[in-house]
Structures are given as C-alpha cells and as structure tokens.
C-alpha cells in the first residue's frame, strides 16, 4: 500500500448505528486530517491531529468522536448520525502542519 | 460572507483553450495560496502552491495572486481532456492546521 488508504470506500447506515471510518497513511508524516465534502460546499476541516495531539476541533458534533493511536493511523468512529451528515469523509496527512497535503481517496457515507 | 468564494461551475471548454479558474477570499491573514486538483473517486492532489503575491508558472499551469484585491486565480493553458477534474483553491495562514477551501469547480476539457 502506498500513499494514503481509507475504508471503507463507501457505507450506508442508519441514524441509530455506530460504525467507523479507518485511515492509514504510509507517507511516514506526523499530521493528520478529518475532511468532509459535500457537493457544492467546499471542503470542511473537521480534525487535526500533530504527533498523535488533537490540535484543531472545528466545532465538529460530538457524533463524531475522531482517534489516533499512532502517527500512521486515524480514526473517525460515528454514532447516532443525522441525514446531513451524508458526505464524503477524506482523510489527508502531511508533514509538519504543510500546505501540502496528500489525501485518500474518501469514504462516501450515507446516513438512512 | 464566505472565507473562500469559488464559482462551482460546471465549466465545459474545447481541447486547447485557455481556462482561467479563480476565488476571492475575505481573510486578509490568508498568505499561503494553493490549488488542489481532484478527479472523479479520487482525494484533491496538490497542483500548485503561491505564498503571499505573485505569480507562479509550472508548464501549462500559472497561479496568480492578488492580495490587494484578495483574488486568486489558476490559468491552465492548452487545456486538454485529461485537465478534466475539479479544482479547489486552498488558503491558510498558519500552514496547514487553518487550510479554507473553496468549494471547487468542476472542469470538462471536450476532445
């Protein structure tokens, strides 16, 4: 695997699931991103995380509870999702807080 | 008003035009400048990256800014299909942790 992996690349849930979105990024970076996008709305930064340290909460609801147990791996674990919410998740990575920043591919998520 | 201003588009132009792409901002604290590019099922890729005012020229790529007037804009010239994507601009002023997007416009390239 190169680059930066997401899954899963598509999921449909209900208001009332708990499910998680898994990133991974073998870039060897120390920063890590929580994106959403939804059409025609640019794109939101929802978390940051620099050395494994929440940095950045952009007044996300805590329906979306993010987590990193190391420098290569995050988190978004979801509960309890309203309808709104259907978008798609990207995940990103840099080095340092970089204007560069190199994103998976996403998870579309539907909220039923 | 909206921190990053960008037309949606969709934008459609034949092979081998010049395509001016562009955003206005409000944030005068803004001074890093990017365009990200992102095709279909695809993350955005870094395509271009300004700081503070000025012009930048990569081949067929050239990103202008304008901090006076807060208007960017990405010109690609002899546009081909393979341009075909939607370009995001991007700002921040402390790098990264405080990156704006716009909300991106979608371009066809017609053969």
């Known amino acids: 695997e190169t680059g930066v992996t997401q899954t899963p690349r598509h999921l449909v849930m209900g208001m009332t699931n708990k499910k998680s979105l898994k990133c991974e990024q073998h870039l060897g970076h120390n920063a890590m991103y929580w994106y959403k996008q939804s059409a025609k709305k640019p794109l939101e930064l929802m978390f940051v995380?620099?050395?494994?340290?929440?940095?950045e909460n952009n007044s996300v609801p805590s329906r979306f509870s993010p987590e990193c147990p190391n420098s290569s791996h995050l988190f978004l674990h979801l509960h309890t999702l309203q309808p709104e919410d259907s978008a798609l998740y990207l995940c990103a990575s840099s080095q340092d807080a970089a204007y560069e920043q190199f994103f998976g591919p996403g998870t579309r998520l539907t909220v039923l | 008003q909206k921190e990053v201003e960008q037309d949606p588009g969709p934008l459609s132009v034949p092979e081998g035009a010049i395509v001016s792409l562009n955003c206005t901002y409000s944030?005068?604290?803004?001074?890093?400048f990017m365009w990200y590019r992102q095709y279909s099922r695809k993350g955005p890729e870094l395509l271009m990256y300004?700081?503070?005012?000025g012009n930048k020229e990569d081949g067929r790529f050239t990103a202008q800014v304008d901090k006076s007037s807060k208007y960017i804009s990405l010109f690609i010239r002899d546009s081909q299909p393979s341009d075909s994507a939607t370009y995001l601009c991007a700002m921040s002023a402390l790098m990264g942790n405080d990156m704006r997007f716009g909300a991106g416009t979608r371009l066809t390239v017609k053969p």
């Open positions: 995380y620099s050395l494994e340290e929440r940095v």
């Open positions: 300004t700081y503070s005012s």
């Open positions: 944030n005068s604290a803004f001074q890093y």
